[in-house]
């Protein structure tokens, strides 16, 4: 009768709320695990959610030892704030537990998209981001275009000139060496 009430509008997160002791009891995940999307999707505090959806990452990769999805809800935890170094964590400690840098370094890529003026946290994300492209994906195109723009927040930052004039370097790109220089 309870689980036919969470069906109604309006009702599924209280009901989701109710219903979830009872589920992890009963070790019924597939069962919790929607009651607990339901009370994530009801949620209008990003905090709240954050916490909801940690703990539901912890028991994928704890509980469930389902890795992947441990990190795709880690990953959901980082775009709620990626100001929040929490989630930077999150993401980084699963992509490394699994040596998946290339689905990292396209949840911060991703990310970044939705930015239009950075900061010194999206600045230093842009850093990471490129890092990754750089020495984990292989992927020179796209860590250029984020060394580029931690380098355009802050032209001063030496760890950043350095890592993007080394890629250059090694990939031969003269007349992007002499325009690096330059600026």
């Not at 400690?93 to 950075?118: H, M, N, P």
């Not at 490129?130 to 030496?158: I, N, S």
Request: proline share 2%; net charge negative; with cysteine.
């Amino acid at each position: 009768a309870l689980e036919d009430l969470g069906q109604r509008e309006g009702f599924a997160a209280r009901t989701a709320e109710m219903l979830e002791p009872i589920y992890r009891n009963r070790m019924d995940w597939p069962r919790f695990i929607a009651a607990r999307e339901a009370r994530v999707s009801a949620e209008s505090d990003v905090t709240t959610r954050k916490e909801l959806l940690t703990q539901l990452g912890g028991l994928y990769e704890e509980g469930l030892g389902d890795l992947e999805k441990a990190l795709d809800t880690f990953a959901r935890v980082f775009r709620e704030d990626i100001a929040d170094r929490g989630g930077w964590d999150l993401v980084s400690r699963l992509a490394k537990l699994l040596g998946r840098y290339d689905k990292q370094a396209t949840i911060y890529a991703e990310s970044l998209e939705a930015v239009s003026l950075d900061d010194d946290v999206t600045a230093e994300l842009c850093f990471q981001t490129a890092q990754l492209f750089d020495k984990h994906v292989g992927d020179a195109q796209r860590a250029r275009t984020f060394y580029k723009r931690a380098l355009a927040f802050d032209p001063a930052r030496d760890e950043v000139f350095k890592a993007f004039e080394a890629l250059l370097q090694r990939e031969n790109a003269h007349p992007e060496l002499l325009a690096l220089y330059s600026e």
